[in-house]
């Protein structure tokens, strides 16, 4: 019973398969007349070639009259495949007529046929999951009477399957990019040949005539001591042909740095076994009424995955599988690519480099932040946000700024003066939006000073710093004052002592008075007499007048 596991994809094999044909050259078979039944057929035996080869075309001469009686079939174990049916009409014989698919159809032809025709059924590919080695027949049906004739030789000729064609469609065309990671298989979308990774062969015999336990046929085969794959070659309705399990393994799990053995058990007759690698070698063996441990074997071949413009691939699985995060590489256009390469030689040398696009959207956005800045401490309160982007974020600043992380509202008492930058933060980056704000408190100030009133005009420069009994470093302005002096001969003036950053500034204006300069020169009248009388003094002063 040929069986395969359905889910576990195909891969080209590395030895090189150059066309090899296999000729059935005599003596020539009857073709009974008028029997649907049992035919005439001729056998091949195909041996030594790759267990992946598939058929390429068949040959066959054919010496009978009345064409259109014959069904002509190709038949390998239990399988089978039309070549003709019914074709040709009252015409007579198949001259080196050739069967082989992309072709005109030989329904479209006429006898005598010569040339080279499509079956009716497509010819075996490496995809159908045979092992060509075997006996291959070819069988002729006459399905009418009066019509008798020969098969006189046949040929059948193998070649390499093609190199496939291998994409990856796990990959949406856009995704989210807060979106789950998405693991990436290749040859999701294959289109000739088969798969890119690589693969062994395994192919169990046994002749159910000399089987009388059919449940004792056991077969286990194993990845590094883990069981992947088990099995009974059993069949209903046994039939020599029948007994034929064969399993190519396996789909992107099979590492080449694994080992694969397997362990089968027959205990009342005997079984052979094939084994073929990517090395292009074959491993043969047979026993009896025992159980047997054979291994280990590796297959071969390199990948690898690439993500342009930065690189997504955040983790990677067993061979032909790799993990693209799309909350790893942010909003963008990313190009991933997986590269590969079988090792092959010959017609099996294959590699290619797949692509595939994805647009990952930021469901998150920013636009601007703002707040009224700059804010006197001292008028405290609160300043709230202005913003536009996604809500439902966080408000981070540094240290002494009293801010609300879930509102961004900032309390200017409690906070203390200087300049920050407040962030808001919405997701998780690189998946998310940010922006930022600057907010700028300024201290409150104290612009007191002592008014130094009544100073003489004569009294020289005043140093106005040196009155300030509140906050320094504000600025003097006033007639008479020169940066931070005041110069009193310019009498009695209004001065103003400014402190703080605008719009948070604060002012004092006093008046300084001066008193003006005096002299107190006056004449000394000399000696006089006793009997001069009084003197006048004022009439003395040649100074300033007033005095007393």
Same mark, same amino acid.
């Given at each position: 019973?040929?069986?395969?596991?359905?889910?576990?994809?195909?891969?080209?094999?590395?030895?090189?398969?150059?066309?090899?044909?296999?000729?059935?050259?005599?003596?020539?078979?009857?073709?009974?007349?008028?029997?649907?039944?049992?035919?005439?057929?001729?056998? #091949?035996?195909?041996?030594?070639?790759?267990?992946?080869s598939?058929v390429?075309?068949?040959?066959?001469?054919?010496?009978?009259?009345?064409?259109?009686?014959?069904?002509?079939?190709?038949?390998?174990?239990?399988?089978?495949?039309?070549l003709?049916?019914g074709?040709?009409?009252?015409?007579?014989?198949?001259t080196?007529?050739?069967?082989?698919?992309?072709?005109?159809?030989?329904?479209?032809?006429?006898?005598?046929?010569?040339?080279?025709?499509?079956?009716?059924? %497509?010819?075996?590919?490496?995809?159908?999951n045979?092992?060509?080695?075997?006996?291959?027949?070819?069988?002729?049906?006459?399905?009418?009477?009066?019509?008798?004739?020969? #098969?006189?030789?046949?040929?059948?000729?193998?070649?390499?399957?093609?190199?496939?064609? @291998?994409?990856?469609?796990?990959?949406?065309?856009?995704?989210?990019?807060?979106?789950?990671?998405?693991?990436?298989?290749?040859?999701d979308?294959?289109?000739?040949?088969?798969?890119?990774?690589?693969?062994?062969?395994?192919?169990?015999?046994?002749?159910?005539?000399?089987?009388p336990?059919?449940?004792?046929?056991?077969?286990?085969?194993?990845?590094?001591?883990?069981?992947?794959?088990?099995?009974?070659?059993?069949?209903?309705?046994?039939?020599?042909?029948?007994?034929?399990l064969?399993v190519?393994?396996?789909?992107?799990?099979?590492?080449?740095?694994?080992?694969?053995?397997?362990?089968?058990?027959d205990?009342?007759?005997?079984?052979?076994?094939?084994?073929?690698?990517?090395?292009?070698?074959?491993?043969?063996?047979?026993?009896?009424?025992?159980? @047997?441990?054979?291994?280990?074997?590796?297959?071969?071949?390199?990948?690898?995955?690439?993500?342009?413009?930065?690189?997504?691939?955040?983790?990677?699985?067993?061979?032909?599988?790799?993990?693209?995060?799309?909350?790893? @590489?942010?909003?963008?256009?990313?190009?991933?690519?997986?590269?590969?390469?079988?090792?092959?030689?010959?017609?099996?040398?294959?590699?290619?480099?797949?692509?595939?696009?994805?647009?990952?959207?930021?469901?998150?956005?920013?636009?601007?932040?703002?707040?009224?800045?700059?804010?006197?401490?001292?008028?405290?309160?609160?300043i709230?946000?202005?913003?536009?982007?996604?809500?439902?974020?966080?408000?981070?600043?540094?240290?002494?700024?009293?801010?609300?992380?879930?509102?961004? @509202?900032?309390?200017?008492? %409690?906070?203390?003066?200087?300049?920050?930058?407040?962030?808001?933060?919405?997701?998780?980056?690189?998946?998310?939006?940010?922006?930022?704000?600057?907010?700028?408190?300024?201290?409150?100030?104290?612009? %007191?000073?002592?008014?130094?009133?009544a100073?003489?005009?004569?009294?020289?420069?005043?140093?106005?710093?040196?009155?300030?009994?509140?906050t320094?470093?504000?600025?003097?302005?006033?007639?008479?004052?020169?940066?931070?002096?005041?110069?009193?001969?310019?009498?009695?003036?209004?001065?103003?002592?400014?402190?703080?950053?605008?719009?948070?500034?604060?002012?004092?204006?006093?008046?300084?008075?001066?008193a003006?300069?005096?002299?107190?020169?006056?004449?000394?009248?000399?000696?006089?007499?006793?009997?001069?009388?009084?003197?006048?003094?004022?009439?003395?002063?040649?100074?300033?007048?007033?005095?007393?």
């Amino acid at each position: 019973m040929k069986k395969i596991i359905f889910f576990i994809l195909l891969y080209l094999f590395v030895s090189d398969i150059n066309a090899q044909t296999f000729s059935y050259p005599g003596p020539a078979v009857s073709i009974p007349d008028n029997d649907a039944v049992s035919g005439g057929w001729a056998e #091949i035996t195909v041996s030594g070639i790759s267990p992946v080869s598939e058929v390429d075309y068949v040959t066959i001469n054919l010496t009978h009259t009345y064409d259109s009686d014959l069904e002509i079939v190709l038949e390998f174990f239990d399988n089978s495949w039309i070549l003709a049916n019914g074709n040709g009409g009252s015409g007579n014989n198949f001259t080196n007529t050739v069967f082989r698919d992309g072709f005109p159809s030989i329904s479209g032809g006429s006898a005598p046929f010569s040339g080279t025709y499509a079956p009716l059924t %497509a010819l075996p590919k490496f995809v159908d999951n045979l092992n060509p080695n075997g006996k291959w027949t070819l069988h002729v049906f006459d399905l009418a009477s009066g019509d008798v004739g020969t #098969i006189n030789s046949w040929s059948i000729t193998f070649k390499a399957p093609a190199c496939p064609t @291998v994409g990856f469609g796990t990959l949406p065309a856009s995704m989210n990019c807060n979106a789950a990671a998405v693991t990436l298989y290749a040859s999701d979308l294959i289109t000739a040949g088969g798969p890119d990774y690589p693969a062994l062969f395994f192919e169990f015999n046994i002749v159910p005539s000399a089987e009388p336990n059919m449940n004792d046929n056991v077969i286990n085969i194993y990845e590094d001591g883990n069981s992947i794959y088990n099995d009974i070659i059993s069949d209903p309705t046994p039939t020599d042909a029948a007994y034929r399990l064969t399993v190519y393994y396996p789909f992107p799990g099979c590492s080449p740095s694994s080992n694969y053995t397997f362990t089968a058990t027959d205990n009342d007759g005997t079984m052979t076994w094939v084994v073929y690698d990517e090395n292009g070698t074959y491993y043969t063996g047979s026993f009896t009424n025992t159980t @047997v441990n054979e291994g280990p074997w590796s297959p071969q071949g390199t990948s690898s995955w690439t993500c342009t413009p930065t690189n997504g691939i955040t983790g990677t699985g067993d061979w032909g599988a790799a993990i693209f995060d799309p909350s790893v @590489v942010g909003a963008g256009t990313y190009t991933i690519t997986f590269n590969w390469n079988n090792q092959g030689t010959g017609a099996h040398a294959c590699s290619g480099s797949p692509q595939h696009s994805v647009t990952v959207v930021n469901p998150f956005s920013f636009t601007s932040l703002s707040y009224s800045s700059p804010v006197c401490k001292a008028t405290g309160g609160t300043i709230s946000p202005s913003l536009n982007a996604t809500t439902g974020g966080s408000y981070t600043s540094s240290g002494g700024l009293s801010i609300n992380s879930s509102t961004g @509202v900032i309390n200017v008492a %409690a906070s203390t003066a200087g300049t920050y930058t407040v962030t808001y933060t919405v997701g998780t980056l690189p998946c998310g939006a940010s922006g930022s704000a600057t907010v700028t408190i300024i201290p409150d100030v104290n612009p %007191a000073w002592t008014n130094p009133s009544a100073i003489c005009a004569s009294a020289g420069s005043i140093n106005l710093n040196n009155l300030i009994t509140g906050t320094t470093g504000g600025t003097w302005s006033g007639t008479g004052v020169s940066g931070n002096t005041f110069n009193p001969s310019f009498g009695t003036q209004s001065v103003t002592y400014t402190v703080g950053t605008s719009p948070c500034q604060e002012t004092s204006t006093q008046t300084i008075t001066v008193a003006p300069d005096v002299n107190p020169a006056w004449t000394n009248p000399g000696a006089i007499c006793a009997s001069a009388g009084s003197i006048n003094l004022n009439n003395l002063i040649t100074g300033t007048i007033g005095g007393t």
